[in-house]
Nanobody, 123 residues
Framework: QVQLVESGGGLAQAGGSLRLSCAASGRTFSIDRMGWFRQAPGKEREFVASIAWMRTITYYKDSVKGRFTISRDNVNNTVYLQMNGLKPEDTAVYYC????????????????WGQGTQVTVSS
């Protein structure tokens, strides 16, 4: 099992920036991908971005392309989500996730989850 702890959420104004961090511990050797999801009030959780742990492959939700950047630090077992050009519709609880089973792509296959961090964007 992989344990995940997010940090870096908070309040930002529209057009502003925030950087989320997610520290992984436990069976980190088993990680194949890391990802970020988000859930807004009254809505289902949705995929935001993912990154392969040992390759340079990233995927993004269309609405965040060009604004959000996912990156990783394998030495410190940390994944980041740099969010620029924030919009009120980006307001949500953001969850970090890990996929320990090779072969999955996109929003599928994530089996470890963090507790979430709130991001609120004011207009």
């Amino acid at each position: 099992q992989v344990q995940l702890v997010e940090s870096g959420g908070g309040l930002a104004q529209a057009g502003g920036s925030l950087r989320l961090s997610c520290a992984a511990s436990g069976r980190t050797f088993s990680i194949d991908r890391m990802g970020w999801f988000r859930q807004a009030p009254g809505k289902e959780r949705e995929f935001v971005a993912s990154i392969a742990w040992m390759r340079t492959i990233t995927y993004y939700k269309d609405s965040v392309k060009g604004r959000f950047t996912i990156s990783r630090d394998n030495v410190n077992n940390t994944v980041y989500l740099q969010m620029n050009g924030l919009k009120p519709e980006d307001t949500a609880v953001y969850y970090c996730a890990a996929d320990s089973t090779p072969g999955w792509t996109g929003p599928f296959g994530f089996d470890s989850w963090g507790q979430g961090t709130q991001v609120t964007v004011s207009s």
